[in-house]
């Protein structure tokens, strides 16, 4: 009966693998991006660009100091905002993001969603330490705040972020505009919308013990641990459950340590028994996304996104940096302008359907799997081969096995999404 009334899971895991926990010598970067059930995710590339000095720049709530230069981005995102749930950069730095709560209070206030911060993370840093650096500047200045879901009903947290890049990872955690970061070099490292760094702080917000002083949440005495000054001490029921889901991936990192594969990580995902994969009533994983970083610069990093709701149900498909990449219309939902009922205020006062064409024929698999199992299952074995296909190429290509040239690069991600959809059909 305990079992029964145990809270669903309703946010995100983050994970990453470093030498010697991989199998090669690469980084592996996953995150699923759990939402509110009907959500939409999108999977967008945004090229490289210059601005004018002073520019501004609209995000999803506020306006904030627009980059002279910012880096070429992918990411998977909520079609209704401005920013990312997770995504990457040509320079092959990876972000997720996840939501908590402590004892700085939230407010309803707008201000940068965590979700903005991601992009705005990715768009910005060379390197995962680059990309923090800007994070906690824009935190510092601009504050995070305002709903981050599509209702009426605010919903509002503060953020923990996942970095990584080639060489390491790093693991941010707010507090309001506090923050305290840690270096991870080896080995692997997860997050589940709970604060995890104790007393292991790389760097911090130069106020953060002085601000815990004053509230008194810290003497002042002894080793500073970030996790017991600033949790809450009654932590909702959301937080509760997630204190499970973190200590399932901690340990399902651990059972494959030393190697660690993109694979792994894909089924590390799509497990539906530790809570990871979500699908619940209220909330379920809306995208996924898995990265290889080889620590070989001259090797490419490889991306890949279901843009489709429930990984252990969808395609994981690969994407690459390259020059003239093919637009993937078929995983952009439709958009609004100043019409959309998140540009109106109040916001959210009306729905729009924003289910790509991708995500349509998603959803006409899902019922035909639940209405016909023979049919189901001849489509699930499709859908395994598709990925099967995908990620051999990748291993191939990676191994110098085989030579993609850049116009077949600049389409994969276009040519799998297509496939994927007449298969559907």
């Not at 840690?182 to 692997?188: F, N």
């Not at 035909?368 to 001849?378: H, I």
């Amino acid at each position: 009966m305990a079992e029964q009334n145990r809270p669903a899971p309703s946010s995100c895991d983050c994970f990453v693998a470093l030498p010697p926990a991989t199998a090669s010598r690469a980084v592996i970067f996953g995150k699923n991006s759990d939402r509110p059930r009907d959500e939409v995710q999108e999977v967008v590339y945004l090229p490289a660009a210059t601005y004018a000095r002073g520019a501004k720049l609209k995000c999803t709530y506020i306006e904030v100091e627009q980059a002279e230069r910012t880096h070429a981005v992918i990411l998977s995102r909520p079609a209704w905002l401005w920013g990312a749930e997770m995504g990457a950069n040509e320079h092959g730095v990876c972000i997720g993001n996840e939501g908590v709560w402590t004892k700085e209070p939230v407010g309803e206030e707008e201000a940068l969603l965590g979700m903005d911060l991601v992009r705005l993370g990715l768009e910005r840093g060379r390197s995962a330490h680059e990309a923090l650096q800007a994070i906690t500047a824009l935190l510092e200045h601009y504050g995070q705040g305002g709903s981050c879901k599509e209702d009426p009903t605010p919903f509002v947290y503060h953020n923990t972020f996942l970095l990584a890049d080639r060489t390491e990872a790093w693991v941010l955690e707010t507090a309001g505009r506090y923050w305290a970061a840690q270096r991870i070099r080896e080995g692997t490292r997860n997050i589940s919308n709970q604060l995890s760094i104790g007393t292991d702080i790389t760097a911090e917000h130069m106020g953060l013990r002085r601000h815990a002083q004053s509230q008194g949440w810290w003497s002042g005495d002894g080793e500073f641990n970030f996790t017991k000054v600033f949790s809450l001490t009654h932590q909702p029921v959301r937080m509760e459950a997630a204190k499970a889901r973190y200590c399932a991936g901690k340990q399902l990192l651990q059972q494959h340590a030393g190697r660690i594969t993109a694979e792994t990580i894909m089924d590390i995902l799509r497990d539906k028994a530790s809570g990871i994969c979500v699908d619940s009533e209220g909330f379920r994983t809306t995208g996924s996304m898995v990265s290889i970083l080889p620590q070989d610069p001259a090797l490419p990093c490889v991306h890949f996104f279901t843009a489709t709701p429930d990984p252990s149900r969808s395609v994981f498909k690969p994407f690459i940096f390259v020059a003239n990449v093919t637009p993937v219309l078929k995983v952009m939902s439709p958009s609004f302008g100043d019409k959309d009922p998140v540009q109106k205020v109040p916001r959210f006062q009306s729905r729009v359907d924003r289910r790509h064409e991708l995500y349509q024929a998603h959803q006409a698999a899902l019922d035909l799997m639940e209405t016909s199992q023979e049919q189901g299952q001849k489509l699930q074995q499709t859908m395994q081969d598709l990925e099967r296909q995908g990620l051999e190429a990748m291993k191939e290509m990676l191994a110098g096995g085989i030579t993609l040239d850049p116009e077949e690069l600049a389409d994969l991600l276009f040519d799998c999404v297509d496939t994927e959809i007449k298969f559907y059909k």
